[in-house]
């Protein structure tokens, strides 16, 4: 395993696989997808590497990497694995601030920047980065500021002059290369404080490429994978280093909003996403129900329930299912199942998994339904991704599967999952007070995440964290209801509000283009959308809706009173994290005003 150590991976991998395929990248000036085979990614490796030498990179240096998905990322990495320096991925969205906290916490020198937006945002943070010594910046597009003395063109970057010795100096630390070398710095969004910078070793990707081997059986190189989520989340960086250990095609989607677009170009077999992606899946899909009408609506929620029997209620329990079932899912599975899977772009799906949040009930329920393969799983930066996952039909739907070969989880105190194994991070950069509170003297590291084990199976509860005391002393755990309410065709964000309050209530953004078509079918006219939000005809339907879906939930944990957000949560605001987090402290400050409407008498 040790031979497959970062820094010598993809060169392993060119000797093997030598012209085929290894990542893929849309061209967006052409419309079309360009190959770099196995063989071509290795030398571009080693070409960063050498520049990387020869501008003065030395062992154990932090280099910064801030970008969106771009195969020049994983040149930037592998780059610096090969000199025994550690990558450190910024979000394409931080901002100017984040950008310094990070390139200043890390005495980065070098900063690889991606498009226009990264740029800027890079050489404005520049006079307050004292380290910061040079922009490499990756699109060719890029337009320099008439002051810039000191970036260089990625393409300019890998022509610098290098002599054997430079090339001696690379395949040196390469060969000295350690699985306790660090690989990575990964700094945590922060909800609620300052980012922490999450240390990954090389020895805790190993680890996560043996375990995965182990647990993702039908995992192959024939597989071809959609690279969506941002490298810089350890949950698509580990996957993608882990798909690239494995043999597979890596297609790297290039802007996110554009995903529905590339998935149907590249028609992948696997992807990792996050629960919001199979939501809005599901709720297309309840919308197309919706607007159906007679034969076709009722054949749709019969090959739903047909589905929910076949998977879920029989195979899901090594079960054969009934003679007329297997007949009706059969004719399904030609019909109505492949026409989701094609018109979603995800007819060749081999498995997929999914992590980051908890995963609505309703939504996990349909996708297995449907006959795809979504692996419910759990992780964290500090676990470098995966703690447990399912497999394939052994899978209980509201768990998030089996811990990983190898890895110690048990429950300590308030519930609280702890962990120990190869795979955990050795602490936090230059947080050795923090490391100490979070990683106790035995080794186990304190996730923050209450849950249970039964019968091998891990189940989270809630984030202790995020617990919020109502002042009838009532414990919340928001994070619960806004799952179950997120489904809600009508819902895009929910924010739980509740803590030191009298009941709970939410600031809830709806999905405005169903809103503005339902006022339109009831007759209601409003001259802005801030208007519409209030309208009291508008606020009724939302809230039979809301009661629906939150039956379940016990008197005292039932919204009470909500408002209608006319825009979204936004990162521009800091309301949300580069994950799409929501920023409580943040957003409480921000709709002080509209919070404090909510609990007047």
């Not at 030395?58 to 801030?66: L, T």
């Not at 010795?165 to 040196?172: A, D, F, P, Y």
């Not at 990792?272 to 899946?281: G, I, L, M, Q, T």
């Not at 050795?432 to 249970?452: K, M, S």
Request: glycine content about 6%; hydrophobic content about 40%; aromatic content about 12%.
């Amino acid at each position: 395993m040790n031979n497959y150590h970062l820094s010598r991976l993809i060169r392993k991998q060119a000797l093997k696989y030598t012209t085929r395929t290894a990542l893929r990248y849309r061209d967006y000036e052409t419309a079309q997808w360009n190959d770099v085979s196995w063989s071509d990614f290795a030398n571009i490796i080693d070409h960063t590497a050498w520049a990387m030498a020869a501008a003065g990179v030395v062992e154990e240096e932090n280099i910064g990497v801030f970008s969106q998905n771009k195969p020049e990322c994983l040149y930037a990495d592998f780059g610096a694995f090969a000199n025994r320096a550690v990558g450190i991925p910024l979000y394409a969205t931080s901002s100017e601030s984040q950008v310094q906290y990070i390139v200043n916490d890390a005495s980065i020198r070098y900063l690889f920047v991606g498009e226009q937006y990264q740029y800027d945002t890079a050489f404005r943070a520049l006079p307050h980065c004292p380290t910061l010594e040079k922009l490499i910046i990756f699109d060719e597009h890029v337009k320099l500021n008439p002051q810039d003395t000191i970036s260089v063109y990625f393409k300019d970057f890998l022509q610098q002059q290098t002599d054997d010795s430079i090339r001696q100096l690379v395949e040196t630390r390469r060969a000295n290369a350690s699985e306790d070398d660090l690989a990575n710095i990964l700094y945590t969004s922060g909800t609620t404080g300052e980012p922490k910078g999450v240390m990954l070793h090389h020895s805790c990707y190993i680890e996560q490429f043996r375990t995965h081997e182990v647990k993702l059986k039908s995992m192959s190189d024939q597989d071809v994978v959609m690279n969506f989520l941002p490298l810089t989340h350890v949950f698509e960086k580990t996957w993608t280093f882990f798909c690239l250990y494995m043999g597979c095609t890596v297609c790297v989607n290039l802007r996110p909003a554009d995903i529905q677009m590339t998935i149907k170009e590249i028609r992948p077999s696997l992807m990792c996403a996050v629960p919001r992606f199979w939501e809005k899946v599901y709720a297309g899909v309840q919308e197309k129900i919706n607007q159906s009408g007679g034969i076709q609506r009722k054949m749709m929620l019969d090959a739903i329930r047909t589905g929910k029997i076949h998977n879920i209620e029989y195979l899901r329990q090594g079960k054969t299912p009934p003679f007329c079932i297997r007949m009706k899912y059969a004719f399904y599975e030609k019909t109505i199942y492949k026409l989701l899977k094609k018109t979603i772009g995800l007819e060749n799906g081999n498995f997929f998994p999914t992590a980051g949040a908890a995963i609505p009930y309703d939504v996990e329920e349909f996708v297995h339904s449907v006959g795809i393969d979504m692996i419910a799983g759990y992780g964290l930066t500090e676990s470098t991704a995966t703690v447990s996952c399912f497999w394939k039909d052994n899978y209980v739907l509201g768990a998030v599967g089996t811990p990983m070969p190898g890895l110690e989880v048990k429950i300590g105190e308030n519930n609280e999952i702890l962990l120990r194994g190869k795979s955990i991070t050795k602490g936090y950069y230059r947080k050795e007070a923090i490391t100490r509170e979070t990683i106790d003297a035995e080794g186990w590291f304190h996730t923050g995440d209450a849950g249970y084990i039964k019968d091998g199976m891990l189940f989270l509860t809630e984030r202790i964290k995020d617990l919020f005391k109502t002042s009838n002393g009532k414990y919340i755990a928001p994070q619960a209801i806004e799952t179950k309410l997120v489904v809600d065709r009508y819902i895009d964000q929910i924010a739980i509000i509740a803590d030191q309050r009298k009941f709970v209530s939410a600031l809830i953004v709806p999905v405005y283009s169903l809103l503005e078509e339902y006022a339109k079918q009831q007759g209601i006219t409003c001259n802005t959308r801030a208007e519409l939000m209030q309208h009291p005809q508008i606020i009724t339907m939302m809230k039979e809706r809301i009661d629906t879906l939150q039956q379940q939930f016990a008197h005292y944990e039932q919204i009470k009173r909500f408002t209608l957000i006319p825009e979204p949560f936004s990162m521009e605001r800091g309301e949300l994290t580069n994950t799409l987090k929501i920023k409580r402290p943040v957003l409480n400050q921000n709709y002080a005003t509209a919070i404090e409407e909510m609990y007047k008498e």
